[in-house]
């Protein structure tokens, strides 16, 4: 393929308009010519931001897939049950597809796009964008040079921060499964994905448990009201919609922390923040939302092998990171994306610090992940080259959707294993 790539990105939202800004660092690459979201505020954002033509401005992915093929490639980042329906018929009319995770929280419709891509000739890549980050290559490297010898436990944590809950996963877009999908799969697919990818097993059985503990309306404090701003009590409390999305040294947009407030307005200024508080979701008192995902769950995995994961997601800390120990025959890896230093402890052996932030060109976005991806689609698409184990494929990447929608199946059960091959056998007929 001649460049640059031509992108049509059916939802420009926060992964939309993330994968769309990456034709700033690949100008000679790749191009935005298409783009189609359900507020047309952002419509316009986008047209102005990439010079897109009128008559590729779609008010809905639904009406962008009606026309004739737009571009090269169709970026898929609508909401969660909405990414097979879209990508499909980008399939059907001869697009590479970037899917937004998760497929789907549905397994069927996980089959049914497997089945689609087989007959069609686009690429598809999840968007699992962990596999291409500079600190997850490290890691993988020492495991595959035997470094600590055989791997016989992994001990991993997801650490979501009080703040990153409550916007996402209690006020926000994915706050109830039945809308969207369990949070195990919506926020922790990544790391499902990135257990198979870096121990080159597959899993044999999940037992998982954990629940809402905070963010219900039985744990309300005395005197709580239904909005923030309004709020008698709000001065004493952390999760203030305020405080978050305003005087926050590290979230608030007086201290030019954008990002969330990016999602509340498209105008993101302090003016339009403080109206979305007041009228929108974002304002709410998080012990009176709608939400039904869990704050804290815990999961065990058990590999090919023998080998055990421990994996934990909690709500309840101070900042939004990943941690990672391996534990082998001839010594550990102790790893976490806040500080980007690898500890490798090869027993008997003085340590070694590895500094990830040294060797990464990029550490923005996911660790470097979402220009890592779109780099790596980028000369698959210009050069003709083939997957690769690291890629991200569809097939690639169902084995992470099986374990963590059976880590579901097993929490609302009590923690009951799940066998993984029964699961998928039972869920795909």
Known sequence: MKGPVTFAIA????????????????????????????????????????????????????????KDKLADVLVVSTMDRQHVGHAIPGLKKGYHILLEKPISPDIEKCREILEVAKDCPGKVIVCHVLRYTAFYNAIKDLLAGGRIGELVSICASENVAYWHQAHSFVRGNWRNSKETSPMILQKSCHDMDIFTWLTGRKCESVSSVGGTYLFKKEKAPEGAGPRCLDCKIKDGCVFDAEKIYVTDPKTGILN??????????VENTVESTYEALRTGPYGRCVYLCDNDVVDHQQTLLTMEGGLTISFTMCAFTQDCYRHFKAMGTKGEIEADMKSNVIHVREFGKAEELIDVGAMAEDLKGHGGGDSGIIADFLEMLLTGSEATERTT?????????????????????GGKAVDLKDFMCYNIK
């Open 11 to 66: 939802g420009f939202g926060d992964r939309g308009s993330t994968y769309a800004s990456m034709q700033r660092l690949f100008p000679d690459k790749m191009k935005i010519a298409a783009v189609a979201d359900l507020d047309p505020r952002k419509v316009e954002k986008a047209r102005a931001l990439y010079g897109i033509p009128e008559e590729n401005c779609f008010g809905s992915a639904e009406e962008m897939l009606e």
């Open 256 to 265: 030019g922390k954008g990002w969330a407030t990016s999602i509340l307005s």
């Open 393 to 413: 494929t569809l097939e690639n990447s169902m084995q992470s959707h099986f374990m963590a929608l059976a880590a579901e199946e097993s929490r609302l059960h």
